[in-house]
């Protein structure tokens, strides 16, 4: 029996950065390994339970071809945490969130920009066989982790997505810019 693999994404109240970026995910993720192979979910640090997504992160979501008619906001737990294989947060800030909450957590856990710059130094060469999601994200998430501190990180503010709430809709472009330029180097990671 082959258990799907799992990708969390979180930032703050999981209505626009994390919800976007797990609707996106799971789509390619879905398309490059089958529907069930690779769950991708969200949570919030300060969630805004149980709210749908924030209508112009949806409609930037729906303009990608995503969908988001079932999400529902939830609350980051140590439940949440206990079973994932990768978390992906929008701020160093939720990362320290989730490793305070989850210490093991601590090689699993990445900003979508530090990650995307990390996936950028794993070369097709080291990429596992392509086996299962799971087994291959089980290999993945390790590689990726080693490849920390071999240049200096980016400053805090450039490793964070933008958090539009109550802003303008130039703020959610630029939120849908910063993840949409993150993803292709992840994909490829992720074996997309």
């Known amino acids: 029996m082959t258990f799907p693999a799992r990708i969390l994404t979180v930032c703050t109240g999981n209505v626009c950065r994390s919800p976007y970026l797990e609707r996106r995910l799971q789509s390619e993720l879905d398309r490059a390994w089958g529907v069930g192979a690779v769950e991708v979910r969200s949570a919030g640090t300060g969630a805004v339970v149980d709210s749908g997504m924030e209508p112009q992160a ?29 978390v992906i947060v929008a701020s160093r800030d939720h990362r320290k969130d989730v490793t305070r909450m989850w210490p093991k957590g601590l090689s699993r856990t990445h900003t979508l920009v530090d990650l995307a710059g990390l996936a950028a130094k794993v070369t097709d060469e080291e ?13 993945v998430v390790p590689l990726l982790a080693s490849k920390r ?44």
């Open 58 to 86: 949806l409609a930037l979501l729906e303009a990608t071809g995503g969908q988001a008619d079932d999400f529902v906001a939830r609350q980051l737990t140590p439940v949440i945490l206990a079973d994932q294989q990768l």
């Open 149 to 192: 501190g071999l240049e200096l990180p980016l400053p805090a503010e450039q490793a964070a997505i933008v958090d539009p709430i109550g802003q303008g809709p130039e703020v959610f472009a630029q939120m849908q810019q910063q993840i949409e330029d993150s993803l292709p180097q992840l994909l490829r990671v992720l074996g997309c």
């Open 127 to 139: 990429l596992p066989p392509r086996t299962s999601a799971h087994e291959w994200l089980a290999a």
